[in-house]
């Protein structure tokens, strides 16, 4: 694995808001076939390197490689059709649509099926996370089954990495317990997959790998067993009370 | 679907039995309906536009002045109406389509206003003011051919709102509407869509504007660019219902007609009522008609079920 | 309603050059700087009221203008029945507009302020329409005048005569706009309305009455209308249609200056009434002064937008 060149380069990416530097100068590589653990506590800048991967911002300074292509002027849409797709922690549905219509836009636009083909691939995607009420409207569903869906939809428009932000967050044991599994699936899939999780089993449970960051920078990174015994990543998590 | 299709066909129906009044009538109304048909579709993508009026006014200059001064084919030169409209859609969309809400809405204004001027003050080419006639009208006004006129153009219009809601199109559209971000996390080209369709709804505002000057053979700068073609079809889609076809379908014959009652019965002030149904809509009716017969529906159908229940 | 602070090496340059700009204009084209500043003066008189509602309240009012068609005539009805110079009679005018603002604030604007831009938009564009039409009814389209000695008042520099009278309208917009100031800095109920425009629902939790805030600045921006109604009358015809281009020369301005930036609606006034003066100056092109406005109006949207600030 170590041989193949990386699925995602990252090199010195820096994303300011005005004075505040959300994410400072980082790099990194994610392996193909990997799980990666990104940790950090709140406004460690996670969310804000997700979206400057994806695509929904533009880095104030750095390149960023996927497959060995550079894709930093690249658009969302773009990224998302050449294979990085993601979940939105804060979960973003199309109000106006069912669950399944709304992992048929992916199907249809990021994946680039016609209708007939899209609606198919949304149906194998959303038995394959679980989604059983697929015409419902989205002001009946669950958080698990909006939860479900934002994987469904970063699914269907079949990426090579995805980035799962805090998918675990709000659920119980049990339904915690389902989605590792269904993580899990999804690696074994062949997808790359970037996991944002506060929840430390998770990370324990599912990550070949790890990457701690704090205020934009990366303090630690290394398997879960070497940075959960870091001083860094002990101290910035307990000025955090975690 | 079948309601639509119901109305098609009394559209074909009518002017075997209608006289030349009903059918001017309904003329203005199809034209309305075109329109307003149009404007939907652009909302149908969360931008609100006010530039109808300016659209549809430059596809009633190109077509009027083909006419005039190349000797063209009216009826061609209602296509060349759309074809003008759709190229200067096409130019202006690379610079305003990254606007959204107030500041689209105000800039599409903004550019029927400059229309307007350019067309008032090109007084060699565009007759100034006064603007410009044509020796004839369309059919020489034949009101039973000009009807069938309209009468396609708005069918044109029906079946591309209906291509919108039946083809990835609508996913498209919806999404962008919902959100944005979704959207193009999920490998949507917003721009790309939204330039579609304002190219496309321009088209037809200049189709619209074409069949306009030429059913009169008369184009100037306050009948081309006139504020009721904006306002209007407006009022009639809220009054119907938006975001579909069949509510701009609905709202336009509802209000075309009453409008036209009220232009008969109160020659003076009948725009005040106007007003006022547009005031009354928007605080009592914001999902219009369309709106409120589905939330009846609703309503009788959970009791329906209720009933049944209980037995 | 923050003062925008503007970058260090801008705040030097652009004042610099307007100054340079205004000197060189001055000395080739005298009377477009006089005329240009007194109908710029007009143009922020009327849009700091405007700017007022968009920014603390959130509502684009269409109907901005036609209150000012609305004030003039009232001013001068009263003019006619009691003789009443059209400048005392602001002092009725006004508050008889913050009267007017205020009811119609409570019986149709607080009812939309959570409801889609569409709808605000449309509401205001209604109660536009039902003003216009109504003053159409009443008085007639014919343009009505008021005849007082002192507006036909006029200087002289090198043998070039203009009207000072329009003096009157910079004085009525620094005058506005140093009261506006004084009351939104130093007052309490200013410094509320200030809070809420900048956050209104952290405001609601500090327990301001925003519902109070939004109406009393809606009736206050009605009722400064009023100001410029009475002061328009005695140097200018009204018709029903008179106000109603200042509503998109008010946004204009607004969207000049940057929301909440009243001093630099003036300084944006200046320019607009400047650049139109000069356009109309031009031999055979006066027609075109229009493109100014509507072309700055379009460029300082899209160039705001691109910075990737909204105003």
């Known amino acids: ?78 990224r998302c059709r050449l294979g990085i797709s993601r979940t939105f922690q804060l979960m973003r549905p199309i109000r106006e649509f069912t669950i399944l219509e709304n992992v048929m836009v992916s199907a249809l636009f990021g994946k680039g099926l016609d209708l007939k083909s899209a609606q198919n691939r949304a149906r194998e995607v959303c038995e394959f996370v679980g989604l059983k009420r697929l015409k419902i409207p989205i002001e009946s569903a669950t958080v698990l089954e909006l939860k479900k869906m934002e994987i469904a939809r970063a699914l269907a428009s079949g990426p090579q990495l995805v980035f799962l932000d805090e998918v675990m967050a709000g659920l119980n044991v049990d339904e915690t317990n389902e989605m590792i599994e269904t993580v899990k699936k999804i690696n074994a899939s062949g997808v790359t997959v970037i996991v944002i999780e506060h929840v430390m089993n ?21 398997s879960y067993e070497e940075v959960s015994h870091q001083p860094e990543v002990i101290s910035a998590y307990l000025g955090e009370e975690e | 679907m079948l309601i639509i ?14 006289g030349p009044y009903p059918l001017h009538v309904m003329t203005t109304v199809l034209t309305y309906m075109a329109l307003g048909l149009s404007w939907d579709m652009m909302l149908r993508t969360g931008q609100l536009s006010f530039g109808t009026a300016g659209f549809f006014g430059l596809g009633s200059y190109a077509a009027l002045l083909t006419t005039l001064y190349l000797g063209l084919n ?3 030169s209602i296509f060349v109406g759309g074809v003008f409209a759709a190229i200067v859609a096409f130019a202006l ?23 307007t001027v350019v067309a008032r003050n090109l007084h060699d080419f565009t007759g100034g003011p006064e603007g410009k ?6 059919f020489n006004g034949d009101p039973t051919k000009v009807y069938w006129l309209t009468f396609s153009v708005a069918l044109g219009s029906i079946l591309v709102s209906e291509l919108f809601q039946r083809t990835r199109i609508r996913f498209a559209i919806t999404a962008i509407r919902n959100d944005e971000i979704t959207a193009k996390s999920s490998g949507i080209d917003i721009f790309k869509y939204l330039l579609f369709v304002f190219v496309i709804t321009s ?109 | 309603m923050a003062e925008t602070k503007t970058h260090g090496r801008h705040q030097f340059t652009l004042p610099l050059l307007a100054i340079v700009a205004l000197i060189l204009i001055f000395i080739f084209k005298p009377y477009a700087v006089i005329y240009g500043v007194q109908r710029g003066s007009l143009y922020a008189l009327i849009a700091m009221p405007l700017a007022l509602t968009l920014g603390i309240v959130g509502i684009l009012n269409l109907a901005h203008g036609d209150f000012l068609t609305l004030g003039a005539y009232i001013a001068y009805w009263i003019f006619n ?71 036909s008042a006029s200087a002289s520099i090198g043998g070039f005569r203009f009207g000072t009278y329009e003096f009157s309208y910079l004085l009525a917009a620094v005058g506005v706009l140093v009261l506006l100031r004084l009351f939104l800095k130093h007052t309490r109920l200013g410094k509320a309305a200030f809070a809420v425009g900048q956050n209104p629902k952290g405001a609601k939790i500090v327990g301001i009455n925003v519902e109070m805030i939004y109406l009393l600045i809606f009736s206050i921006s009605v009722g400064i209308v009023g100001i410029a109604a009475g002061l328009t009358l005695p140097r200018m015809s009204i018709f029903p249609l008179f106000g109603s281009p200042f509503t998109l020369k008010s946004f204009c301005l607004a969207a000049m200056a940057g929301l909440g930036n009243l001093t630099g609606i003036l300084w944006s006034g200046l320019a607009l009434g400047i650049g139109e003066a000069l356009v109309q100056s031009i031999e055979g092109y006066s027609g075109w002064s229009d493109i100014v406005f509507f072309g700055v109006l379009i460029a300082v949207i899209t160039i705001r937008s691109y910075r990737g600030s909204y105003v």
Not at chain 1, 202 to 222: F, N, S
Not at chain 2, 133 to 138: K, M, R, V
Not at chain 2, 210 to 237: D, H, K, R, W
């Open chain 3, 81 to 151: 029945s009691t003789g009443l110079d059209p400048l005392l009679s602001i002092f009725a005018v006004a508050p008889l507009l913050f009267v007017v603002g205020a009811g119609l604030y409570k019986i149709t604007v607080s009812k939309v302020l959570r409801a889609p831009l569409l709808n605000q938009l449309l509401l205001t564009f209604g109660i536009a329409m039902i003003l216009e039409e109504v003053i159409n009814l009443i008085w007639t389209s014919r343009p009505r005048n008021v005849y007082v000695n002192y507006a």
């Open chain 1, 202 to 222: 998770v990370i324990k449970e599912l990550t070949h790998r790890v990457i701690v960051l704090d205020r934009g920078r990366i303090i630690a990174e290394g």
């Open chain 2, 203 to 311: 088209a037809i505002q200049g189709v619209v504007g074409g069949a306009y000057a030429q059913q009169y053979g008369f184009v100037s700068p306050e009948s081309a660019f006139s504020t009721n073609f904006l306002l209007l079809p407006i009022a009639m889609c809220l009054a119907g219902g938006i975001y579909s076809t069949l509510g701009p379908v609905i709202g336009s014959v509802i209000l075309g007609v009453l409008s036209e009652y009220l232009k008969l019965r109160f020659p003076y002030g009948h725009l005040i009522i106007y007003g006022v149904i547009i005031v009354a809509i928007v605080l009592f009716m914001p999902h219009g008609i369309l709106g409120m017969l589905k939330k009846i529906a609703q309503k009788t159908r959970t009791e329906v079920g209720g009933n049944e229940n209980e037995k």
């Open chain 2, 5 to 18: 299709l119901a109305v098609v066909a009394l559209g074909f129906l009518f002017p075997l039995y209608a």
């Open chain 2, 93 to 115: 969309g690379y610079a305003i389509l990254r606007l959204r809400e107030i500041y689209f809405a105000i800039t599409t204004l903004a550019l029927a206003g400059v229309f």
């Open chain 1, 1 to 78: 694995m170590k041989n193949e060149p990386p699925i995602l380069t990252v090199e010195k990416l820096i994303k300011r808001f005005g004075g505040l530097v959300a994410v400072d100068n980082l790099s990194f590589t994610v392996q193909q076939g990997e799980v990666l653990g990104v940790i950090g506590p709140n406004g460690a800048g996670k969310t804000t390197l997700t979206n400057v991967v994806s695509g929904l911002y533009r880095p104030s300074e750095g390149r960023i490689f996927f497959q060995g292509k550079d894709v930093t002027e690249l658009d969302a849409h773009q």
């Open chain 2, 133 to 138: 006639i044509l020796p004839s009208a369309i």
């Open chain 2, 74 to 76: 009216p009826l061609a």
